[in-house]
Each structure stands twice: as structure tokens, then as C-alpha cells.
């Protein structure tokens, strides 16, 4: 079984930037999509971004279009979220999972951004 362990969260004025890294073990890691989802206070757990096996092809939620980047190093088996632009409603608990996910999370990294 794949564990993950976020990191790179952190407390960002609004407009600053933060880089999150997923590492994995586990060897299916690397030839699986993998996604970034977030949890908000009170709210569900939403898709944000994710991306292919070979890591060509992304795709990302509306409200982060433009200001997030996914990317992956597969020599290292990581995942990560280059976050710019940041906004308050960006503030949540970011996790990376399979995409589709599976029942297994990891802890999350909290990403805080004050307005």
C-alpha cells in the first residue's frame, strides 16, 4: 500500500506563493495520475489538480486555473503543487492522492492564507 506524506504548507500573505511536495512509497506511485485535493473548513474534500503518468498532461479546477502549477519527478517518486497568486479562499488542508482517490490519506499539509 502507498503511503504519501505532504509537506510545504505554511502561512502566506495573500498574492505570496508556496510549493507543496507529495512523496510516496510504494512503486505504483509513479504510473499512476496522481491529484491534489484540498479540504476547507465545514466543506468537502475537492479535486484541485492532477496529472498524468508521464506528466504531460494536467488538468485543474477553475478557481486555481492559471495561479497553480502540477508537476511530478517520477525519479523521485513526487508530486508537486507550485501555488501562486494566493488568495483566502485558497486557505485549506491540501492532500495528494490517486486520482481517482483512494480510501487511503495521508495527513495533509495546512496552507493558511491572510487577507
Known amino acids: 500500500q502507498v503511503q504519501v506524506a505532504e509537506s510545504g504548507g505554511g502561512l502566506v500573505q495573500a498574492g505570496g506563493s508556496l510549493r507543496l511536495s507529495c512523496a510516496a512509497s510504494?512503486?505504483?506511485?509513479?504510473?499512476?495520475?496522481i491529484g491534489w485535493y484540498r479540504q476547507s473548513a465545514g466543506k468537502e474534500r475537492l479535486l484541485v489538480a492532477r496529472?498524468?503518468?508521464?506528466?504531460?498532461?494536467?488538468d485543474y479546477a477553475n478557481s486555481v486555473k492559471g495561479r497553480f502549477t502540477i508537476s511530478r519527478d517520477n525519479a523521485k517518486n513526487t508530486v508537486y503543487l507550485q501555488m501562486n497568486s494566493l488568495i483566502s479562499e485558497d486557505t485549506a488542508v491540501y492532500f495528494c492522492?490517486?486520482?481517482?482517490?483512494?480510501?487511503?490519506w495521508g495527513q495533509g499539509t495546512q496552507v493558511t492564507v491572510s487577507s
Open positions: 496529472i498524468s503518468v508521464g506528466g504531460r498532461s494536467t
Open positions: 510504494g512503486s505504483t506511485f509513479r504510473f499512476s495520475t
Open positions: 492522492n490517486y486520482f481517482p482517490a483512494s480510501p487511503s
